[in-house]
């Protein structure tokens, strides 16, 4: 059974940075692409970054790239977001993903396995 466990979110003022983790288990990590989603109230789900099973691939939403960087860690089986220059739009629940593609894809029905999502709130 595959699970998705995140961690590293919070408040924090803007222009602060946080480092979400994403520890993954059930089956072999290195094998499937892993994506950051996220959900603002009132919104849809959105991408926001993607990294594929090799991590030589990555993928980032135009409203986060450059600030946001995804990266993954076969050894600890997590994958990471590190963000930086955080702004107010960018609260919202930060959920973690999986499917059965070793690439990237932006679109949240193509992952089966979902975490359980870690709040992030960036304050003015």
Do not use: H
Not at 37 to 45: D, I, M, V
Not at 101 to 113: A, E, G, L, P
């Amino acid at each position: 059974q595959v699970q998705l466990v995140e961690s590293g979110g919070g408040l924090v003022q803007a222009g602060g940075s946080l480092r979400l983790s994403c520890a993954a288990s059930g089956r072999t990590f290195s094998t499937y692409a892993m994506c950051w989603f996220r959900q603002a109230p009132g919104k849809a789900r959105e991408f926001v970054s993607g990294i594929s099973a090799s991590g030589s691939s990555t993928m980032y939403a135009e409203s986060v790239k450059g600030r946001f960087a995804i990266s993954r860690d076969g050894a600890k089986n997590t994958v990471y977001l590190q963000m930086n220059s955080l702004k107010p739009e960018d609260t919202a629940v930060y959920y973690c993903a999986t499917g059965v593609s070793v690439f990237i894809r932006n679109s949240s029905s193509q992952y089966s396995y979902w975490g359980q999502g870690t709040q992030v709130t960036v304050s003015t």
